[in-house]
């Protein structure tokens, strides 16, 4: 049996890609890149904005086509969209087979070995969560990973879905995570970026903390780098800014995802913690790891949003200078508080003042990278660029993979995997250029 098989979203939704894909590998399909010759095609899907949603459908309905016309037999929904939205699937795309959710895609190959022929829907309340003993098949650069810390949220945000998709927050526990890091390693990985949908709060609801993570992911042998994703800012331990300014294979490197900074807003996305808290953890992560690269998401055009609040989200961020920054416009999601409050942004007004972060931002960006003008640093060679096989690309500490910017290496050579050090002689808004020197 021929599989044709479709990841959307986030990294987190990829770790669940890869242990679907290790199942039914597992049990014979063979994955190919053409649908039209696919047995099986599935889709695994995103539902946590409006934008990623309209992805999902359109590439479902992209996909029955195939099954009208192509060879498909079998067409497959998982995720986060069947999650949300299991009652109006059913209808709105029949085609469908087998619609599964976020807590029951383990047993994808049993399910496809149980299906009957009329469509099945396995939706129940999120459970479960991978341990190092669940095969996962590696997809991308062999030596890029992430490893799913913890599953779930317990953060009462008004405009997210999350929890309702992921379910309760649950940490895996620390042996099992370092487990699957030596694997990782092993097998050749050099960078694992450690995600969540708060790696913050890992350790919180099992009585160990992120800080001991950090420490015993150092220890283990190897030459690779550890990097930290989706870090809440309330709560975020002294201890962690400790470990990423004492160990030098934790990259010094946060992405923290404060969302505004106004206290008015915050207030009303339900967010715990002030401004004042942020301004003072930001602070704090450049008091104690001077090199330290900062990533933040930002949503604007939150309800009841005034030109006071935008303009001091505006400034905060002219002050901070992050290195990398993402701007959502605020998307209403149904079954969420945001949703239901009154003074409701108009959507060009959002839009333009996403438009006007991104121009504020594209400036510092470009003032940060000059800072890199002569530096030599350590990077990761991802392999050839994506823009000319005659350019090398690579990452240093402070550029997360597919999020960021690169470096193109238009002189010397190195192979996908290598550390080296590459000395900056071009710096653009987004990437640097540079030469390998070591």
């Known amino acids: 049996m021929k599989l044709h098989f479709i990841s959307l ?62 060879s498909c037999k079998l067409l497959i929904v ?14 709105l795309i029949p085609e469908v087979d087998i619609f ?14 149980q299906w009957t022929g009329e469509q099945r829907v396995e939706v129940a309340r999120p459970e479960y969560i991978y341990d190092h003993t669940t095969p996962r098949l590696h997809t991308g650069s062999k030596h890029v990973a992430y490893l799913k810390i913890a599953e779930g949220c317990f953060h009462p945000c008004s405009f997210c879905i999350i929890p309702k998709l992921r379910g309760a927050f649950r940490s895996r526990p620390m042996e ?29 609801d099992i009585g160990v903390n992120l800080q001991a993570l950090l420490t015993r992911l150092e220890d283990l042998p190897g030459r690779r780098w550890f990097r930290l994703l989706y870090a809440y ?12 300014g004492i160990h ?19 207030a009303r996305m339900g967010r715990e913690g002030e401004g004042a808290e942020i301004r003072s953890l930001i602070q704090s992560l450049r008091r104690h790891v001077p090199d330290i690269s900062l990533r933040t998401t930002l949503i604007v055009g939150f309800p009841g949003e005034t030109d006071e ?35 409701q942004i108009p959507h060009d007004v959002a839009e333009r003042r996403r438009a006007e972060i991104m121009d504020v931002q594209r400036d510092i960006s470009l003032a940060n990278k000059h800072e890199y003008l002569g530096q030599t640093l350590l990077a990761l060679i991802d392999g ?49 250029v540079g030469r390998i020197v070591g």
């Open 9 to 70: 979203g986030c990294p987190k939704n990829l770790v669940d890609s890869e242990v679907m894909l290790a199942q039914l590998v597992g049990e014979g399909y063979e994955l190919i890149d053409d649908p039209k010759l696919a047995d099986v095609i599935t889709v695994n899907t995103c539902a946590f904005v409006e934008d990623a949603k309209k992805e999902a459908i359109d590439t479902i309905l992209q996909m029955v086509e195939f099954k009208k016309e192509g």
């Open 78 to 91: 998982t995720g986060c969209l069947p999650q949300r939205y299991e009652s109006e699937l059913v209808d």
């Open 100 to 113: 599964v959710g976020t807590g029951e895609f383990h047993r994808i190959a049993d399910l496809i070995k």
């Open 176 to 204: 099992s995570i370092i487990d699957e890091a030596r694997m990782m390693i092993e097998g050749g990985v050099r960078e694992i970026n450690l995600i969540a949908q708060d790696t913050t709060a890992y350790g919180r």
């Open 233 to 244: 800012p309330h709560g975020f331990p002294d201890s962690v800014i400790e470990a990423i």
């Open 248 to 266: 030098p294979d934790i990259c010094s490197y946060v992405d923290l995802p404060i969302q505004h900074i106004s206290d008015g807003v915050l």
């Open 309 to 343: 609040e935008y303009h001091e989200l505006v400034d905060f961020i002219c002050e901070t200078k992050f290195d990398h920054l993402g701007v959502f416009t605020f998307s209403p999601e149904e079954g969420t508080k945001a949703a239901q409050l009154t003074d």
């Open 384 to 432: 050839s660029s994506s823009e000319t096989d005659m350019l090398l690309e690579g990452r240093h500490r402070g550029q997360a993979p597919e999020i960021d910017g690169v470096i193109y290496i238009n002189e010397g050579l190195a192979a996908a995997g290598d550390f080296t050090k590459v000395e900056i002689t071009e710096a653009h808004e987004y990437d640097l």
